[in-house]
């Protein structure tokens, strides 16, 4: 194996590990309708108020 093949590989391997890593938050997001306004939000949290809504 050359010097450059090892490298190429050693970073196409990190790339994929970050790409691992930021894959799960992405998932726990979901879409959430709001019960005060109607308003369609997407939130990773439990609840079923839209951002403006549950300010108040
Ligand atoms: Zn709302």
Redesign the pocket.
Known sequence: MSKEEKDSCACTQKLLDALRAAKPKRDMLKKVT?Q??G?VFWTNMDDN??F??GKN
């Open positions: 709001c005060k306004c308003k108020l839209c403006d809504c």
